[in-house]
């Protein structure tokens, strides 16, 4: 048996990029910021370490990711594919799933249905 997966939890670096590929087909590019925190035995200081992820969306769930935003906190789930372009060679997750994780947006929608419901009951 063989698997190939991957969860990631970080923060974009930038905004989404809608792209067109040769077949008309729409897919879209991110850039996923992770970090390490690591203590140094000598130190006791942390040294934070970022590394860069970069993801590839298609179908369906290629127009939703075309929405994000730099700065956006999100969960992926995907499979590592490595490839070879003009001889250089990279490696990017095919996203398969994502979850938001934005905690304001959450917090604010649900200050707004409360307040729409403490309305309903004064009335």
């Known amino acids: 048996m063989y698997l190939n997966k991957v969860i990631l939890m970080g923060f974009l670096g930038g905004d989404a990029v809608l792209r067109t590929g040769?077949?008309?087909k729409q897919f879209?590019?991110?850039s996923l910021a992770t970090k390490e925190s690591r203590k140094?035995?000598?130190?006791g200081k942390y040294n934070e370490r970022t590394e860069w992820h970069n993801l590839i969306?298609?179908?369906k769930l290629?127009?939703?990711a075309g929405k994000l935003k730099k700065g956006a906190h999100i969960q992926i789930e995907g499979k590592i594919q490595h490839s070879e372009y003009k001889g250089v060679k990279t490696d990017t997750i095919r996203v398969t799933s994502i979850l938001k994780l934005d905690r304001a947006e959450r917090v604010a929608?649900?200050?707004e249905f409360d307040e729409s419901s403490?309305?309903?009951?004064a009335a």
């Open 109 to 111: 929608a649900e200050e």
């Open 22 to 24: 040769k077949s008309d």
């Open 28 to 30: 879209t590019t991110l």
């Open 62 to 64: 290629a127009e939703f």
């Open 57 to 59: 969306v298609f179908g």
């Open 40 to 43: 140094d035995k000598e130190s």
């Open 118 to 121: 403490e309305e309903d009951v």
